[in-house]
């Protein structure tokens, strides 16, 4: 029983060791497993030697994914641009992206760089350790890189130290000769790029140099020929562009400033010559070509003025034709010159007035309609003021305007002797020498012109008064004025009630109608209106407001009146009896009789005292109130006396 328990221990531990053993060898395969890349130095090789085609036929296959195409990374791999073209796969392997880089040339052998994981990399490596023997180890400032050579062929394992990125780790694999050939080619050439950068370097300095004296001694133009010649060698250099603009823009102003010079001066042609030099440098050049502009306008005023001088001459002498065509001339200069035009259009019309002149006479009001407009206005001023201050009239007269060929007035006027307006022949004589009529003239000569005024005028003033209460807007008056114009200024008050007197002036002047309208005179129920509640309590009231109340305060005055001066004569007459009775029953009945009434009639009375002095108080009061309403109609009337509501002037 013992020995069998044993025996089963034994058995137990036994297959626990080998279940032990075979998972430690699994775990150690799979660690395996997960370090290896997913291309191994074979592949590599092969890969290596394999045209362009096989190449992405195989990694296709493999389900390698092209990254980009062209993109050539050997300045990171080799400090240099090899003339090579680059196809790039990239494929996942345990969260990482593997990538192979495929230098191909036609007729050179491939370089190919493989980028891997750190634990890829190291596994590769110590595989390669253990089948190859280390042709080189060594650590740069770069990378560190391990190297085996099998023929020709390199492996080259390297550790980019200060990268920690994917690029860190890269297996290359390349063909040594050949590869020695394209650093050698690549480093005579930029041995040769550093040489021909250094002379250029040389001789961009001393053409800046050069320049750089030119300037300080101001020859601008040798200094931007040195700065151009810098600038060709290093174009992307802004130093010698900026000194070539500092250089323009002297020498813009150099020219602009002798073109000034000139130009105050009057050499015009002189100074447009230096503003198109300064032009050449394109600096400021819309200034400059305003300066021009400028100056070529000055020459053309200049010729402008010859011109226009010349024509002036001409026509002085009364070479009418010859001045025409000068200044047509002077149009072909400026085209919208507006003094040759209006004196073309001038001479022209001169030309026939000089041919009608032996023959015809003008009508004044054609030839000097200014002079006769202000006339005209003097004599509308004139009647308008005698209108406005005398209350009817009538002016009737002839104004004959006459000028002959030598200008000599020959005006005269004739007064009808209708006129009422006395002394208006003075009035008349002031309006002339006040409008001092010039004679009829075409440049200096002079020509024969008449017109004729005639004037008649009538006017009468009368009064209009209309009454304004509650029951509406009244008159008895006529008027040549519409009732609704004076309703209208009635309405249009704060205060509409009360009594307005207007004045309406009817003129007529050679059968044209106005009229004017004025207020003169408005008056409203003050407190003045209280005398009438003196005579009668009720009426001040019915003045004051418009008829609205004072009936009822009236009646009721008239019959507290009527009571107490009835029942004074009615106890006075009971009291008489009460004093000739001769028993007592009587005497006590008409004592007791002329005692109510007494009474009565003190009650009355007292009402009727209550009501005439309310009345009397009330009245002042609302008066006082209507002057307040009205007290802007009243001022306004106060200060001018009338209030001009329309006022149509004289017009001839």
Same mark, same amino acid.
């Given at each position: 029983?013992?020995?069998?328990?044993?025996?089963?221990?034994?058995?137990?531990?036994?297959?626990?060791?080998?279940?032990?053993?075979?998972?430690?060898?699994?775990?150690?395969?799979?660690?395996?497993?997960?370090?290896?890349?997913?291309?191994?130095?074979?592949?590599?090789?092969?890969?290596?030697?394999?045209?362009?085609?096989?190449?992405?036929?195989?990694?296709?296959?493999?389900?390698?994914?092209?990254?980009?195409?062209?993109?050539?990374?050997?300045?990171?791999?080799?400090?240099?641009?090899?003339?090579?073209?680059?196809?790039?796969?990239?494929?996942?392997?345990?969260?990482?992206?593997?990538?192979?880089?495929?230098?191909?040339?036609?007729?050179?052998?491939?370089?190919?760089?493989?980028?891997?994981?750190?634990?890829?990399?190291?596994?590769?490596?110590?595989?390669?350790?253990?089948?190859?023997?280390?042709?080189?180890?060594?650590?740069?400032?770069?990378?560190?890189?391990?190297?085996?050579?099998?023929?020709?062929?390199?492996?080259?394992?390297?550790?980019?130290?200060?990268?920690?990125?994917?690029?860190?780790?890269?297996?290359?694999?390349?063909?040594?000769?050949?590869?020695?050939?394209?650093?050698?080619?690549?480093?005579?050439?930029?041995?040769?790029?550093?040489?021909?950068?250094?002379?250029?370097?040389?001789?961009?300095?001393?053409?800046?140099?050069?320049?750089?004296?030119?300037?300080?001694?101001?020859?601008?133009?040798?200094?931007?020929?040195?700065?151009?010649?810098?600038?060709?060698?290093?174009?992307?250099?802004?130093?010698?562009?900026?000194?070539?603009?500092?250089?323009?823009?002297?020498?813009?102003?150099?020219?602009?400033?002798?073109?000034?010079?000139?130009?105050?001066?009057?050499?015009?042609?002189?100074?447009?010559?230096?503003?198109?030099?300064?032009?050449?440098?394109? !600096? +400021?050049?819309?200034?400059?070509?305003?300066?021009?502009?400028?100056?070529? =306008? %000055?020459?053309? /005023?200049?010729?402008? #003025? @010859?011109?226009?001088?010349?024509?002036?001459?001409?026509?002085?002498?009364?070479?009418?034709?010859?001045?025409?065509?000068?200044?047509?001339?002077?149009?072909?200069?400026?085209?919208?010159?507006?003094?040759?035009?209006?004196?073309?259009?001038?001479?022209?019309?001169?030309?026939?007035?000089?041919?009608?002149?032996?023959?015809?006479?003008?009508?004044?009001?054609?030839?000097?309609?200014?002079?006769?407009?202000?006339?005209?206005?003097?004599?509308?001023?004139?009647?308008?003021?005698?209108?406005?201050?005398?209350?009817?009239?009538?002016?009737?007269?002839?104004?004959?305007?006459?000028?002959?060929?030598?200008? !000599? +007035?020959?005006?005269?006027?004739?007064?009808?002797?209708?006129?009422?307006? =006395? %002394?208006?022949? /003075?009035?008349?004589? #002031? @309006?002339?020498?006040?409008?001092?009529?010039?004679?009829?003239?075409?440049?200096?000569?002079?020509?024969?012109?008449?017109?004729?005024?005639?004037?008649?005028?009538?006017?009468?003033?009368?009064?209009?008064?209309?009454?304004?209460?509650?029951?509406?807007?009244?008159?008895?008056?006529?008027?040549?004025?519409?009732?609704?114009?004076?309703?209208?200024?009635?309405?249009?008050?704060?205060?509409?009630?009360?009594?307005?007197?207007?004045?309406?002036?009817?003129?007529?002047?050679?059968?044209?109608?106005?009229?004017?309208?004025?207020?003169?005179?408005?008056?409203?129920?003050?407190?003045?209106?209280?005398?009438?509640?003196?005579?009668?309590?009720?009426?001040?009231?019915?003045?004051?407001?418009?008829?609205?109340?004072?009936?009822?305060?009236?009646?009721?005055?008239?019959?507290?009146?009527?009571?107490?001066?009835?029942?004074?004569?009615?106890?006075?007459?009971?009291?008489?009896?009460?004093?000739?009775?001769?028993?007592?029953?009587?005497?006590?009945?008409?004592?007791?009789?002329?005692?109510?009434?007494?009474?009565?009639?003190?009650?009355?009375?007292?009402?009727?005292?209550?009501?005439?002095?309310?009345?009397?108080?009330?009245?002042?009061?609302?008066?006082?109130?209507?002057?307040?309403?009205?007290?802007?109609?009243?001022?306004?009337?106060?200060?001018?006396?009338?209030?001009?509501?329309?006022?149509?002037?004289?017009?001839?």
């Amino acid at each position: 029983m013992i020995s069998l328990k044993t025996e089963y221990i034994r058995c137990f531990f036994s297959s626990k060791r080998i279940t032990i053993t075979l998972g430690l060898i699994i775990f150690f395969l799979n660690i395996s497993y997960a370090q290896a890349p997913l291309l191994n130095e074979n592949t590599l090789i092969r890969l290596q030697t394999n045209s362009p085609k096989e190449n992405a036929i195989f990694l296709t296959a493999e389900n390698w994914k092209t990254e980009n195409t062209n993109s050539s990374q050997s300045i990171f791999h080799f400090n240099y641009i090899l003339e090579y073209q680059t196809v790039t796969f990239e494929k996942s392997s345990n969260n990482f992206n593997e990538k192979l880089l495929v230098y191909y040339y036609s007729g050179k052998p491939n370089i190919i760089v493989y980028q891997i994981s750190s634990n890829s990399y190291n596994y590769l490596l110590n595989l390669t350790k253990s089948s190859k023997s280390i042709n080189l180890s060594k650590t740069t400032e770069k990378y560190k890189h391990t190297i085996f050579k099998e023929s020709n062929t390199t492996i080259e394992y390297r550790d980019y130290l200060n990268v920690n990125s994917s690029n860190r780790y890269s297996v290359l694999i390349y063909n040594q000769p050949s590869f020695k050939r394209e650093i050698k080619k690549s480093e005579d050439i930029e041995r040769a790029r550093i040489k021909l950068e250094t002379e250029k370097k040389s001789q961009y300095q001393i053409a800046l140099n050069r320049g750089n004296e030119f300037y300080a001694i101001e020859k601008y133009d040798k200094a931007i020929i040195e700065f151009e010649m810098a600038a060709n060698i290093f174009p992307a250099n802004t130093e010698p562009n900026d000194r070539i603009k500092l250089c323009k823009e002297v020498l813009s102003q150099q020219f602009i400033s002798k073109g000034n010079t000139e130009f105050k001066n009057f050499n015009y042609s002189s100074a447009i010559n230096f503003y198109n030099l300064a032009l050449n440098y394109r !600096i +400021n050049s819309k200034l400059i070509n305003d300066k021009i502009e400028d100056a070529n =306008k %000055k020459i053309r /005023e200049t010729k402008v #003025n @010859i011109s226009l001088n010349k024509a002036i001459e001409l026509f002085e002498l009364s070479k009418f034709d010859a001045a025409i065509n000068e200044y047509k001339e002077t149009l072909k200069i400026d085209s919208k010159n507006t003094v040759a035009i209006t004196k073309i259009k001038e001479i022209t019309e001169l030309k026939e007035m000089l041919n009608k002149r032996k023959w015809q006479t003008f009508k004044y009001g054609n030839t000097n309609s200014q002079d006769l407009n202000n006339f005209k206005s003097n004599i509308e001023n004139e009647l308008n003021n005698i209108v406005e201050n005398n209350d009817n009239g009538k002016i009737s007269f002839q104004y004959k305007i006459e000028f002959d060929t030598l200008g !000599i +007035n020959k005006s005269s006027y004739e007064i009808e002797k209708l006129t009422t307006f =006395k %002394k208006f022949d /003075e009035r008349l004589e #002031n @309006i002339i020498r006040s409008s001092d009529l010039k004679p009829t003239s075409f440049g200096k000569y002079k020509m024969a012109s008449k017109e004729l005024i005639s004037i008649d005028l009538n006017w009468r003033t009368t009064k209009v008064k209309y009454k304004s209460n509650l029951k509406g807007i009244s008159t008895v008056d006529q008027s040549s004025i519409d009732q609704t114009v004076f309703e209208n200024y009635i309405d249009n008050q704060n205060y509409k009630y009360g009594y307005f007197t207007f004045e309406v002036i009817d003129k007529k002047i050679n059968n044209t109608d106005y009229t004017d309208l004025k207020l003169t005179n408005y008056r409203v129920a003050g407190p003045e209106s209280a005398f009438l509640s003196m005579l009668l309590p009720g009426l001040g009231t019915l003045n004051v407001t418009q008829g609205q109340k004072g009936w009822k305060r009236f009646g009721l005055f008239l019959v507290t009146s009527g009571i107490s001066v009835a029942s004074k004569i009615y106890a006075d007459a009971q009291y008489q009896k009460y004093l000739d009775a001769q028993d007592y029953s009587s005497s006590e009945k008409f004592y007791k009789a002329a005692n109510i009434s007494h009474k009565t009639f003190l009650v009355a009375a007292s009402l009727s005292a209550t009501i005439y002095i309310h009345d009397i108080i009330w009245v002042i009061s609302k008066g006082n109130q209507n002057q307040k309403k009205s007290k802007n109609l009243r001022e306004e009337l106060n200060n001018n006396k009338s209030i001009e509501i329309r006022n149509q002037k004289i017009k001839l």
